[in-house]
C-alpha cells in the first residue's frame, strides 16, 4: 500500500498550489482520500477528501471556497487545488485514505508529508 504525494513548495500569500496524491496496492474505490495538514504546534486537521466511487466531498470550513478536490479513477490519483493561499495555511499536508472523515483515527492509510510554505 502506498500514498506518495506530491506538489508541496513555498508561494506568496495569494497564490496557488495543487497537490497530487497517487495511490497503489488497494482498492482505490473503497476510501475516501483526501488530505490532513499539521502546523508547527497544532493538531493535525482534516482539510478535504473525495469519495470515488460517488464523487462526495469534504472540506474544513477554513479552505471552503479556496481549494478544490478532485481524482482521477483511471490514474487512481487524487488532486488538491489550492487558491488565495494564507500563511495560515503553512503546514505539513499528508494524503490519507479512510472511510471515517475527517477523523484522524480513523484513517487506515498515510502518506509521507509534502510541506507547503505560504509567505506574507
Known amino acids: 500500500v502506498q500514498l506518495q504525494a506530491f506538489g508541496g513548495g513555498l508561494v506568496q500569500a495569494g497564490g496557488s498550489l495543487r497537490l497530487s496524491c497517487a495511490a497503489s496496492g488497494f482498492t482505490f474505490d473503497d476510501y475516501a482520500i483526501g488530505w490532513f495538514r499539521q502546523a508547527p504546534g497544532k493538531e493535525r486537521e482534516g482539510v478535504s477528501c473525495i469519495s470515488s466511487s460517488d464523487g462526495s466531498t469534504y472540506y474544513a470550513d477554513s479552505v471552503k471556497g479556496r481549494f478544490t478536490i478532485s481524482s482521477d479513477n483511471a490514474k487512481n490519483t487524487v488532486y488538491l487545488q489550492m487558491n488565495s493561499l494564507k500563511p495560515e495555511d503553512t503546514a505539513v499536508y499528508y494524503c490519507?485514505?479512510?472511510?471515517?472523515?475527517?477523523?484522524?483515527?480513523?484513517?487506515?492509510?498515510w502518506g509521507k508529508g509534502t510541506l507547503v510554505t505560504v509567505s506574507s
Open positions: 490519507a485514505a479512510g472511510s471515517s472523515w475527517p477523523d484522524y483515527y480513523g484513517m487506515d492509510y
